[in-house]
Every structure is written in structure tokens, then in C-alpha cells.
């Protein structure tokens, strides 16, 4: 089982869209997959129409595997399991701060999931928190969607710059380009000087596009309703190349 | 990992998926597939091996075939619509597992089945779908058997048990176990019900003439079942099994002829030999043909085209043979004297010797010993100077004793027989093969013609391996003889079919 994070520290650059797209690609392509919504605004689960339990949950997250497994729910597709966001979980990192060997907590729960699934996808809260460090412990690829601003280059230094200082393999960092607009000037340039920059950049750029935007109303992934679409092939793409790059993962 | 109810159920007759379809669209928005339909067709061997290991191999369209095993699992292979043998198949799980199972069987249509099938998926009010369902409506000539599978899904038990709950008033039953099995033991396959027409029980007191007639009854009409498969030539197993049982059937005349009057014996004896002596060459072709790649990797590549001209030779010959042989078995002078078989082993009972008035089990146990104490004398004379008929001729007694042991198995104590029996089969092996290179040296020298030159060095090649594997063979017959005769066996002959006293064999 690999456990793959789409996660930045900056809001909305395409991690729930990401996350969810990547998931059913990887169920469609066979793989056993489980989505975790980690964010409790819940995006994920709503674009899968996954409601979270009425229960507060979130101070039993991290004592067992067996207390998420109550909450795993199937989605509309062939191995793609869910475990919805639920408002309580933005009290992770107040809950995690009371937990000796906090850092490891997310992963001891997530080794449950080796004999059921075959992947497990994060879709992680922005922020860079003791939660955060949690999943850099867990994950076998850190996925960065990284929007070719300037102020998503500074955002990603600072995650690279927490990676070295903290001593986690920066080799766990797969970046990719999100929401591009490749007729401005500034998206360009960006891009061009980042990849020269930082080698790990995937080849896939995700482009910024209505259908993407339109997942919202359609409560499902860009395949189920443009599946002719420029961002439904990125995200076929994009999954190929995330899992030639899982594969080579030890 | 939780396990999720999956349930099928029969519809009462008359139920139309509109009915269930309204029924369930009154809480549920129903997302309905196009129905798919199948016109599948079974296949199975004569034996029904398949069947009986739980596979079913099923013909999807002209080029693929489907293995279906027990789970359910699905293996695809290709094969053209005429593939009858497992050789035909294209290399894949399925030929091996049909090597496997089905050896040198033909596998034939024994049903088809008509499906139409429909997916559908029940959304809950968030449109998220909580059930997934499959229709099956399965159609035997004009009877249509409707089946609904329902499916929960992970964290939406509840809408299940709701679905379940409003299908209530239209279920006829509960199904376990469905599938493509359960719905083609609704029919009535002639081709999977048990061959044996004739049912036997013997009883340990029961009068050996009567026991002998009832069992030889029940092997003449074993006989009868394949001959409609030799004369359609659809497996050589057809006419091996048919002299099987045509020679068990000598076997029992022989071994226990004390006990039969003398009418019976001149009326079978020569109808039963002539019988057998019809089939003789087709089988030794038979045999030739199927070890055709064995005797090909025997020679080197230069003998290849005399090897191919002595099958093209053997299997004109065959086309011959069998050609005979089927004329043979629909002639009258065939069914007349199968008929008179019939007829003399139906009579009553006549009693005319004494041993006719004896329990069968008394006569089986003294005549086992008997015979054991026979061969025990016979291997004592046998050494590595011996004639090969003698080999021959012990050979013969070792298959009627097994013979005469398994033809009573259910009389015998089993656990003890069992073991013998698994000795005897052992030595038969050995003995089997030193007598197949002696046969098959014989049967190679027949065809040796100098007017075919190149035909008669692959014989000559053939012939010479062959010898040279029938002098290794040999002092395994030896050895094998001395590992079977022992003093252990002796006792145990003894004690299992009762001996007066130890070493009584009278």
C-alpha cells in the first residue's frame, strides 16, 4: 500500500480537485483506493456526495485504525472507498499537541489500510501544522500543486526550507504545476524558472479550467461529465506520471 | 475489512421488472444500464469431469471461450467454435487446466442458457448511490425465471435493508449460491446426470451366481454407453473405456466360471472375444497417435520426415480401422450378440455348481488367496533370464487380481484393501511399462518396409531406443517383484481375506 498526500500550505491551488481526480483514476485503473478528506471544509466528500456521520469523531481519528474503518463509505465507482471530513477535525492539531510520538500517530492508524487497499490519498488542510507533519511521516509522496505565482514560489521554498531544517526526505516532494494560464506572461516565466530551479517538478501541468470549477456542481470527477476535456486528459496524465513515479518508490 | 450483504432472490411468476422497478422508485432515484443479453453455451466431456471439479467452460463468441471456476473466477482463452480437445485451445491457464481436467476427452455442447441481464444503481435524495442492483431474467425454452441481486454498499447498510424491505411482497425465494451454475442446475441436462444406468448392490451373502450375473449385467450396459461415442469417433476414451469394460466383463466370466453354468459361459466367452478382438488394432493405432509427441522428441530432427510419413501412413490406416469398427458396433451381428449376452445373463439363477450356491464374499476371499498364492509361485521363477512372456503372463494375473478385488471393494474391509489395492497399482506400473516398450517394439517392427526407406529408419531409430529403455526397464520389474512378494504381504493376504490359518491358501 503507498500513501500519496496532495497537500500545500497555501489554499486553493488544486489540492481537492486534484486529490479527487487522482483517486478515481487510480480506482479505474484497479488499484484498490481509499480517499481520506483530511480538510474539514470537506470539499472531497462533497464532490463524491459522501456526507460525513452526525458523530464528533476527530479525538478518535488517531487511537485506532479500526475507528476509521466505521467511517469508510463507498463512492459511486469500483474501489473507491471514502472516509468523509467532519467539522471536528479542525481540532487535529489541538488534539494531536496532547499525543506523545504525535508525529507518527497518522501513520501507525494508516498501516491498518495495507491488506484492503492498495492506495490511500490525503487530501490534506492548508496550513503546516503538527498534522501536517504527520502526513510528511505517512506519505510515500508528497504531492504540491503549485499555481506559477510568486507567491505560490515563496510558499514552496518555505516547504522545502521545513523539510531540510526538519530533516524529512525532500525526495518525498513531487510538485506540479496547477491552475496554469498558459497565455500569461507571469504563469510562463514562473514555470520556466521553477523547473530549472527544483528538477522534481512532474511533466504534467494542470490548467486552469471551467470544467475543473464545474466539479462543484456536478458533484463528481471532471470524467463523469467532460470527459472530452483538456483537464480530464491533464488528470489521466497526471495520474500516469504520479504512479510511474509511486512505482519506483521502495 | 467488513462484509457486505449481497442477496439474490426469485420473483413470483408473473412479476415484471416494471413492477419492482415502481416499487423501488417510490423512495429511490433508479439509474437503469441497457440490458445485456447472452446466448452462452456449455460445454462438458462425457465423464463430466468438468462439472464435477466445479468449472464450467462456456463458449462466449466463435473465437473465446470462458473457464468459470467455483469462486466464480473468470479465465478467457481462444479457441475456434469446432475446438473440441484441450490441444486446441490457444496456450493459457484454461488449456492447462483443461489438460488437466479433462485429458484426452473431447468436450461437447450440453446446454446453452439465455440471459438478459440489467445493472442499475438506486441514489438516495444527495443522489449518492446507496445500492447497486442486477436483474437476471434466465430463459428455458418458454420459461422465463426472473432473479433480482441486490448489493450494499460500504457505510449505506441501512437504504440495503429498505430496498430488501420494499422488494418483500414479490419474492418467491431466497437464492444462495447464485450464478451461472445454480441457474443451469434449473435445468434439466441430461449430459451432467450420472452415466450408470443400471444400479448395483451386492450383499456379502448374496449367491455368487446371482452376484456374478448382476455385476456383469451392469458392465455389459457400461459398454453399451460408449459405443455411440466410438462410432461417432468423438474421443478415443470412448473405445478404451468400451474394451475397459468389455474386459472387466471377461475378467469376472473367467475368475469366477466354477460358479456360472456351462450355458453361460459358451454363449459370452466367444461373443465377448470376438467383440474385443474387433477393437484391438483401433486402440493399438489409438495409443500410437497419442504418444506421437513422445516418439517425435525420441528422435533427432534428420528422422522427421520418415516419423511424419509413418503417421501419415498410421492415421490413413486409423481412418480405416475406425471406419470398420464403427460399422461394426451398428451392425446386427454386433447388436445380436450383445443382445444374446443380455439375454442368458438376465435369466434367473440356475445353481448347477456348487460354488453358484456359495455367499459371494466366501468365494471372493478364498478365490483372492488363491490367486495371490499363484502369482507368489509364479514371481519365485521369474529372474533375469526369464522370457518376457513370462513377465507378460504375471502381468495379466496382477490386473485380475485387482480386478477381482475392486469388482468386490464394497464387500472387502476398506482400509486394508485400499493399501493392497495401492501396492498392486504400483507394481502394475512397473510391469505396465517393461510390457508397453515390449508392445510398442512389436507394433513398430509390423511397419518396417524397405520399399520406404526413410519411413523405415525413423522405425529402426523408434525401435532401437525403445529396446534400449525396455533392457533399463527390466531389472525394475525385478526389484519390483521382490518389494511386492514380501512376507508382510503374504500375512496380510491372509489376514484380510481370512486364511484358515496363515499360509492357507486352500
Not at chain 1, 477535525?89 to 498501516?111: I, M
Not at chain 2, 463430466?48 to 470462458?66: G, R, S
Not at chain 2, 520406404?452 to 523408434?462: D, I, P, T, Y
Request: contains cysteine.
Amino acid at each position: 500500500m503507498k500513501v500519496i498526500a496532495c497537500y500545500s500550505m497555501k489554499g486553493g491551488v488544486g489540492k481537492t480537485a486534484t486529490s479527487v481526480n487522482l483517486a478515481y483514476w487510480a480506482a479505474k485503473s484497479g488499484l484498490k483506493t481509499l480517499l481520506i478528506d483530511l480538510d474539514p471544509q470537506g470539499a472531497s466528500s462533497f464532490y463524491f456526495r459522501v456526507k460525513p456521520s452526525s458523530k464528533q469523531w476527530a479525538k478518535r481519528f488517531f487511537n485506532a485504525y479500526e475507528n476509521l474503518v466505521k467511517h469508510i463509505k463507498a463512492s459511486d465507482f469500483e474501489n473507491l472507498d471514502i472516509i468523509p471530513a467532519h467539522l471536528s477535525f479542525r481540532n487535529f492539531d489541538t488534539l494531536l499537541a496532547g499525543f506523545k510520538k504525535r508525529k507518527n500517530r497518522l501513520k501507525r492508524v494508516l498501516k491498518g489500510f495495507k491488506k484492503e487497499y492498495d492506495l490511500v490519498v490525503l487530501d490534506c488542510p492548508p496550513s503546516i501544522s503538527h498534522l501536517s507533519e504527520s502526513i510528511f511521516i505517512a506519505s510515500d509522496l508528497v504531492l504540491v500543486p503549485v499555481i506559477p505565482t510568486t507567491l505560490s514560489e515563496r510558499t514552496f521554498e518555505q516547504l522545502m526550507a521545513f523539510f531540510e531544517e526538519n530533516d524529512y526526505p525532500q525526495n518525498k516532494i513531487v510538485p506540479f504545476f496547477s491552475m496554469v494560464q498558459a497565455q500569461k506572461s507571469l504563469h510562463k516565466a514562473t514555470m520556466e524558472a521553477m523547473s530549472a530551479r527544483y528538477k522534481m517538478f512532474l511533466n504534467m501541468v494542470i490548467p486552469y479550467s471551467s470544467d475543473i470549477e464545474k466539479m462543484g456542481v456536478y458533484k463528481a470527477p471532471v470524467d463523469v461529465f467532460a470527459k472530452s476535456s483538456q483537464a480530464n486528459y491533464a488528470y489521466i496524465e497526471l495520474w500516469t506520471e504520479v504512479s510511474e513515479t509511486t512505482k519506483k518508490l521502495v | 475489512m467488513n462484509s457486505l450483504p449481497v442477496n439474490t432472490w426469485e420473483f413470483n411468476e408473473g412479476v415484471k421488472n416494471t413492477d419492482i422497478l415502481s416499487a423501488i422508485s417510490s423512495e429511490f432515484d433508479t439509474e437503469i444500464n441497457p440490458a445485456t443479453t447472452s446466448s452462452l453455451q456449455f460445454y462438458d466431456d462425457f465423464d463430466t469431469h468438468l462439472w464435477k471439479a466445479n468449472y464450467l467452460l462456456c463458449q462466449v463468441n466463435e473465437q473465446k471461450f470462458q473457464l468459470i471456476d467455483h469462486s466464480g473466477c473468470i479465465n478467457e482463452v481462444r479457441a475456434s467454435s469446432d475446438a473440441r480437445f484441450w490441444w486446441e485451445f490457444s496456450d493459457s491457464k484454461v488449456k492447462d487446466k483443461l489438460q488437466k481436467l479433462v485429458g484426452l476427452r473431447a468436450v461437447l455442447p450440453i446446454t446453452s442458457l439465455n440471459l438478459i441481464e440489467i445493472d442499475f444503481s438506486l441514489r438516495n435524495g444527495d443522489q449518492k448511490i446507496v445500492v447497486k442492483g442486477h436483474l437476471t431474467q434466465s430463459m428455458v425454452g418458454d420459461k422465463v425465471t426472473c432473479y433480482f441481486t441486490l448489493q450494499a454498499l460500504r457505510g449505506y447498510a441501512k437504504y440495503y435493508a429498505r430496498v430488501a424491505q420494499l422488494l418483500r411482497p414479490f419474492i418467491k425465494v431466497k437464492i444462495n449460491d447464485f450464478g451461472l451454475r445454480f441457474l443451469l442446475m434449473g435445468q434439466d441436462i441430461q449430459a451432467i446426470e450420472p452415466k450408470q444406468g443400471i444400479p448395483l448392490s451386492l450383499t456379502e451373502d448374496m449367491r455368487t451366481e446371482q452376484a456374478v450375473r448382476a455385476m456383469a449385467i451392469v458392465m455389459l450396459d457400461q459398454a453399451g454407453l460408449h459405443v455411440d461415442g466410438v462410432i461417432a469417433d468423438t474421443d478415443t476414451e470412448f473405445l478404451h473405456q468400451f474394451r475397459v469394460n468389455v474386459r472387466k466383463l471377461r475378467s469376472l466370466m473367467s475368475l469366477l466360471k466354477k460358479a456360472l453354468p456351462a450355458t453361460m459361459i459358451d454363449t459370452l466367452k466367444p461373443r465377448l472375444s470376438s467383440i474385443a478382438s474387433k477393437t484391438n488394432k483401433l486402440r493399438d493405432l489409438d495409443v500410437f497417435i497419442v504418444a506421437q509427441d513422445s516418439y517425435r522428441a525420441m528422435l533427432p530432427a534428420n528422422f522427421e520426415s520418415g516419423l511424419s510419413e509413418l503417421y501419415r501412413l498410421i492415421g490413413k490406416q486409423r481412418q480405416q480401422e475406425k471406419n470398420k469398427v464403427a460399422r461394426y458396433l451398428s451392425s446386427n451381428d454386433y447388436k445380436t450378440d450383445v443382445g444374446a449376452c443380455a439375454a442368458e445373463l438376465s435369466l434367473n439363477a440356475t445353481f448347477q455348481t456348487p460354488m453358484a450356491l456359495k455367499p459371494v464374499l466366501q468365494v471372493v476371499k478364498k478365490l483372492l488367496l488363491k490367486r495371490y498364492h499363484k502369482m507368489l509361485a509364479m514371481s519365485a521363477a521369474i529372474n533375469s533370464q526369464s522370457a518376457d512372456e513370462k513377465i507378460h503372463e504375471l502381468r495379466i494375473e496382477f490386473k485380475k487380481l485387482r480386478y477381482l478385488i475392486e469388482f468386490f471393494v464394497d464387500l472387502l474391509p476398506r482400509k486394508r484393501t485400499g493399501k493392497i489395492v495401492s501396492e498392486i497399482k504400483k507394481i502394475q506400473t512397473v510391469l505396465g511399462d517393461y510390457n508397453d516398450y515390449c508392445i510398442q517394439i512389436e507394433f513398430l517392427n509390423s511397419y518396417v518396409d524397405d520399399t520406404r526407406v526413410e519411413m523405415s529408419k525413423a522405425l529402426s531409430g523408434l525401435i532401437a531406443i525403445l529396446y534400449q529403455k525396455k533392457t533399463e526397464e527390466r531389472p525394475k520389474v525385478e526389484s519390483a517383484l521382490a518389494y511386492f512378494f514380501t512376507e508382510n504381504m503374504t500375512i496380510e493376504f491372509d489376514l484380510v481375506f481370512e486364511a484358515a490359518e496363515t499360509g492357507d491358501s486352500k
